[in-house]
Structure formats: structure tokens, C-alpha cells
């Protein structure tokens, strides 16, 4: 018996491998003096993997994109000019990719995809709430909500600055937003008209349509206190793309979101025709902050200008002619393409593109051969959430490495578990007689 408790513990710490990642993940998200212990605790699991079964991970078609993503991170913390900007980042970067292994390497068979799906849906709650809590709010932006902005509660101060350095953007909450709401509307749809698929998830049913409508309603409701016009058309666009591709029957209700984008359009006009050095969130601003962003890639092609070193460079290597400087804090390229182009050179871009490209065939792929409508509204509901997200990055940006964002590397990771394990073709299927 004592011959086989080292095997016994390692199988055992595999089998929960999750819940290292979630003791790991607090020390990473917030470096402190522990996390280099939390480091080699994610590493734990990929040693015992290697001992008891001869490899480190599961294989999976983005290894290599994956690989010189972590590379050409490591390469943009030494670029940086202040390690304090750069460490951060790193530790995020690299939290996502063991997030993404994670759920590769655990996902076996439907049930711990519903556990996966589970912890996204209640992260995407906790975000929100949070997000709501913590946001300096726009007071006036599409709508005039600064009336109800001081009725909302708050996180205490130093709580706000323990957490998130006390910027709680409501841009970045809403890109989070954009991310989560779809697979949460799959989610809902299914609960309310999919529950009598054999393989949907049939325990407490009530509780499930209960727990999934609020979590749609605060994730709608703190989208629009955000007024972020980037996630909000990234959303409308997003339903345009269901309607034509998968829900053919929904064409007739394009004009829904199509007067959406119309409305925000017009509404937004002072955003698209603002003058120059008003406002660097108008769309004048981000094609200069786009066009700064350009040169320094061009300057530092195969490198980047390092991780979160855009915030210190952006004005002083090539001031903006187009935006206030005392207005122009800015964090981020407003793009996550040019944004992950500065942060580690063209070469983690081309992997960036090259994970995405990979995910969206792996996810359209295991859309086209499922058979099961849960199967069909999963897969569906993670690739949407995907697109959504991207969208609204093509004018914002979750900068890579910046806390929320291993949690994208979770729908990365399911999408790909999904295709490979053949999880959603191993799903029950209905009895056709019926």
C-alpha cells in the first residue's frame, strides 16, 4: 500500500487538476511573495502527468502557436522598460495558457464540460458584479445615467485599488461582458427549450432557468450602465452573424439588430465627427492612438515594444497630434491585434491570428458534425462568445495579460476539448420515434 501512495496522491492531484489552478490563480492575478510558489504549483501537475504517463500535456493543433506565444511573452517582459508594468502581464500571460491546459487536459467526457461551463457562467456573474461595483462610470455618453450612477453601491477605495489598481474601466468591464453573454444566452435557451434533449443536464432544471435568467439580466443590465458603444455594436453584429449562418429561421428579425446599429451609429455621431483634441476616446483619437501604435511596431518589428509598455511610451515616443496629452492616458492600443503586435512583436501576432484561425475551424468543425441540439447550442454559444469579443477588440481592447483575460482561455480551451475528446458526439441522443 505505502509502495503505490506516491502514485495514489499524483493520480489523485490530476484528477483535480482544476482546483490547483484555482488555488494557483489569486497569486498570480495579485504577485505578492507567495507566487513563485503558486508557479511551481501549476507546473506540479504537468510533472506527475509526465511520471505516470510518459507526457507533460494532451496534444493539440495550437501547440506551436502556443509555444511561441509564451516565448515571445517572455521575449516582451525583457523588452520592457519597467519590469513593474511588464511582471504583471507576464504572470497573466502566463496563467492563460495553463488556464487553456487546464481545461484540455480535464475535460474527458460531457460532465466536466458542464462543470467548466458552470465556473465560466458564475465568472461572468462575479465579474459584472464586480465590474458594477468598482466602475468609474461615464455619466454621459449614449445615455444620461450620471443620476443613476450615484444611487449604485461601491467597493471601498482601497479595495478598488487592491484589486484592479483602482481602475475599474467600464470599456474593459463591457469587453468582459461581450465575452460572457453569448455562451449565457445559449445557456438560457437551452434551459428554457432544450431541456428535453437527453443531454441536457436534467437535475434541479428550476434552479438552473433561475440562476441563468439572472445572470443574463445583470450581464445585459451592467453592458448598458457601461455604455461602451464597442461591445454593445460587437454584440448587435454578433446576433446579425447568428441569424445569417446559424438560425437561418431568425433572418426575419435582422432588422432588430440592424436598427440597433443604425440607432447607436447616429447616436453616437459626436463620437465618429468629433474635432481633434477633445476626447481620445473619439474615433478621431483611436486612429491616432492606431497610428502611433503602427509606427512603434514598425520600429520594433520582431519584439514589440515590450508588455503594458505602451501606457509609458505612447505619448513620449511619438506624441499624439490628434488628442490632449493630459487627456490621454493611455493603457492600450484599442485594438488587440495592434495591441499584442506592441506587446510581443509580430511574431506572437502571426501565433495570436493563428490560435483564432485554428479555434473558429476546430469550433465551426464540431458545430457542423453534432448532432444533438445541446451539442449544436454549446459549441454555438462558445464560438459566438468568441466572435463578440473580437469584435468589440477591433476598437477597444482586454490587453493581453490583463486579469480577466485567462478567462477567454477558457473558451479556447473548451472549444478545443470538446473537438478533441469527442465529448459533444458522445452526448445522448434523442430518440428520433419522438
Avoid: C
Amino acid at each position: 500500500m505505502l509502495k503505490r501512495s506516491p502514485r495514489y496522491v499524483a493520480d489523485l492531484v490530476l484528477r483535480y487538476e482544476g482546483v490547483v489552478l484555482l488555488v494557483a490563480a489569486p497569486f498570480l492575478l495579485f504577485p505578492n511573495s507567495i507566487t513563485p510558489f503558486a508557479l511551481a504549483l501549476l507546473a506540479l501537475p504537468w510533472l506527475l502527468r509526465w511520471w505516470r504517463h510518459g507526457f507533460l500535456t494532451r496534444r493539440t493543433p495550437l501547440d506551436w502557436p502556443l509555444a511561441l506565444l509564451a516565448l515571445m511573452a517572455f521575449v516582451g517582459a525583457r523588452q520592457a522598460v519597467d519590469p513593474a508594468l511588464a511582471l504583471p502581464k507576464l504572470l497573466g500571460i502566463l496563467l492563460s495558457l495553463a488556464t487553456f491546459y487546464t481545461v484540455i487536459n480535464t475535460t474527458h467526457h460531457i460532465r466536466h464540460a458542464w462543470l467548466w461551463i458552470a465556473l465560466l457562467l458564475i465568472l461572468g456573474l462575479g465579474l459584472a458584479l464586480l465590474g458594477a461595483l468598482g466602475a468609474d462610470w461615464f455619466e454621459r455618453k449614449i445615455f444620461n445615467l450620471g443620476g443613476l450612477y450615484r444611487h449604485l453601491p461601491r467597493l471601498p477605495e482601497a479595495l478598488r485599488q487592491r484589486l484592479q489598481g483602482g481602475d475599474f474601466h467600464p470599456n474593459e468591464i463591457a469587453g468582459m461582458i461581450s465575452l460572457f453573454l453569448p455562451l449565457s444566452l445559449a445557456m438560457w435557451w437551452g434551459a428554457w427549450r432544450r431541456s428535453s434533449d437527453p443531454a441536457w443536464p436534467q437535475r434541479a432544471l428550476p434552479a438552473q432557468r433561475l440562476l441563468l435568467t439572472l445572470i443574463v439580466a445583470i450581464l445585459g443590465s451592467v453592458l448598458l450602465l457601461t455604455q461602451s458603444r464597442s461591445a454593445i455594436l460587437g454584440l448587435l453584429l454578433t446576433a446579425g452573424v447568428v441569424a445569417l449562418v446559424w438560425q437561418w429561421r431568425l433572418v426575419v428579425f435582422l432588422p432588430v439588430p440592424g436598427a440597433g446599429v443604425y440607432w447607436l451609429l447616429r447616436d453616437s455621431s459626436q463620437w465618429l465627427l468629433a474635432q481633434p483634441g477633445a476626447d481620445p476616446a473619439n474615433l478621431v483619437g483611436r486612429m491616432d492612438i492606431w497610428q502611433r501604435a503602427l509606427l512603434a511596431v514598425a520600429d520594433f518589428p520582431l519584439t514589440g515594444i515590450g508588455l503594458g509598455t505602451f501606457r509609458r511610451l505612447a505619448i513620449a515616443y511619438a506624441p499624439f497630434f490628434d488628442v490632449d496629452p493630459v487627456l490621454a492616458d493611455v493603457g492600450h492600443a484599442h485594438n488587440i491585434f495592434l495591441q499584442t503586435a506592441l506587446d510581443m512583436g509580430i511574431p506572437g501576432l502571426v501565433a495570436y491570428v493563428a490560435v483564432l484561425l485554428l479555434v473558429a475551424g476546430m469550433g465551426w468543425s464540431l458545430y457542423k458534425r453534432t448532432t444533438s441540439p445541446t451539442g449544436r447550442l454549446l459549441s454555438a454559444g462558445l464560438l459566438t462568445s468568441l466572435l463578440a469579443f473580437h469584435i468589440f477588440s477591433l476598437t477597444d481592447a482586454v490587453a493581453p495579460g490583463a486579469k480577466p483575460v485567462f478567462t477567454l482561455w477558457m473558451f479556447v480551451g473548451m472549444i478545443v476539448a470538446l473537438g478533441q475528446a469527442n465529448v459533444i458526439g458522445n452526448l445522448p441522443q434523442r430518440d428520433l420515434k419522438t
